[in-house]
């Protein structure tokens, strides 16, 4: 089936010349329902004072520049292939997705894992420069698999149901959206361990680590994700629970992580909070474009049956302004709580998106 469409799309590219269009992205257009887009992704950021950067962390420097390119053929068969320039990870998503319905999706290749609300939003679009401690630490990345998913009962039900090459992961979600901006959800996953297997550890968002990390062995890891979400013009609260078990054979039985985050957005000028990177008013077209605050709190701890337990807390504050939807400027400033030091640190991030 999907290699018929893919033929049938295919003949419709090379019958029809394209149209090239700057909507959100660069795109070339051959009918409604069949596009190739290419997107372009940049963020470049300030961090200090030094003294609060763990060794190694310089002041200035790219966190993101990640090329993609997507496209839909026949509104049926969509693909993504991103790469990114910085880090170690070259490839990012790499997957196809094939949608008869809007109940129904299936995509394969290589993706972000249905697990964690904010991990699986993207930083295009979060209220903060990073992601809180435990959504970084706790919670898978990209990983190779199949993923079915979609939305039910007129969108207010939507689920997520994938099998992942790392450890033979199985991943479920499901979340509830009831009405009034309200969002419920919740999410597991079980995985496989061996002397391979990434270790559970716990860093601070600019790298400073709580203990070091438990090498895996034998074994098997079990992820919980419960988040609440609610959502009223410009403003939201945001919360969300995380844990992370790992059971080993051994002289070390378990490595236990958990961690949560509460945080709460308004935005100044207007615009929805779910919509705040399209300001109604844009620089240069009769306003400043949109400017949010937000704040956040949360805490990560990590417990294994040798050394104990070590935690964190940290506390963001805020500002992001977004002058026109292709570029926003974020800056934060983060209290973090550790066994050993207490710090303050500046951010300031540039994000250009095309």
């Known amino acids: 089936m999907i290699s018929s469409l893919i033929f049938a799309a295919s003949t419709a590219l090379a019958a029809a010349g394209p149209q090239f269009v700057l909507d959100e992205h660069p795109t070339f257009r051959f009918s409604d329902k069949t596009f190739v887009l290419a997107r372009m992704r940049w963020d470049y950021e300030h961090r200090g004072p030094g003294a609060s950067l763990p060794p190694g962390k310089a002041a200035w420097g790219f966190v993101r520049r990640r090329f993609s390119v997507e496209g839909s053929l026949g509104g049926q ?3 993504e292939i ?6 170690e990870e070259r490839w990012k998503d790499v997957y196809v997705e094939y949608t008869p319905s809007d109940a129904f ?8 894992v249905p697990f964690g609300y904010e991990r699986t939003t993207s930083l295009d679009v979060i209220d903060f420069a990073y992601r809180s401690m435990a959504s970084s630490q706790l919670v898978p990345a990209r990983d190779q698999g199949v993923l079915a998913f979609g939305r039910v009962a007129r969108g207010k039900v939507a689920y997520d149901v994938g099998v992942f090459e790392d450890g033979l992961a199985l991943a479920g979600r499901l979340v509830l959206r009831p009405g009034g901006g309200v969002e419920t959800g919740a999410a597991m996953m079980r995985a496989s361990l061996d002397e391979d297997s990434s270790p559970l550890s ?6 400073w680590a709580l203990s070091p990390p438990e090498r895996g062995r034998d074994g098997h890891r079990l992820r919980l994700s419960l988040h609440g979400a609610w959502r009223r013009g410009p403003a939201a609260l945001k919360a969300e629970y995380l844990r992370a078990r ?3 054979s051994g002289s070390r039985p378990f490595v236990d992580g958990r961690g949560w985050y509460a945080t709460g957005a308004l935005v100044l000028t207007g615009e929805d909070e779910a919509d705040a990177q399209h300001p109604r008013r844009p620089l240069f077209g009769g306003g400043i474009g949109s400017v949010e ?3 956040r709190t949360e805490r990560l701890q990590l417990r294994d049956a040798i050394s104990g337990t070590h935690a964190a807390r940290a506390h963001t504050l805020g500002v992001t302004w977004q002058p026109h939807r292709f570029f926003r400027v974020q800056w934060n400033a983060i209290r973090d709580e550790l066994s050993f030091q207490r710090m303050w640190t500046r951010v300031l991030r540039f994000h250009l998106t095309i």
Do not use: W
């Open 105 to 112: 999706h299936l995509r394969a290749g290589k993706f972000v």
């Open 82 to 87: 991103e790469a990114d320039l910085e880090g």
């Open 77 to 79: 068969v969509a693909f």
């Open 246 to 248: 790992d059971r080993q």
């Open 202 to 207: 716990g860093r601070t968002a600019l790298g």
């Open 293 to 295: 605050v937000a704040a």
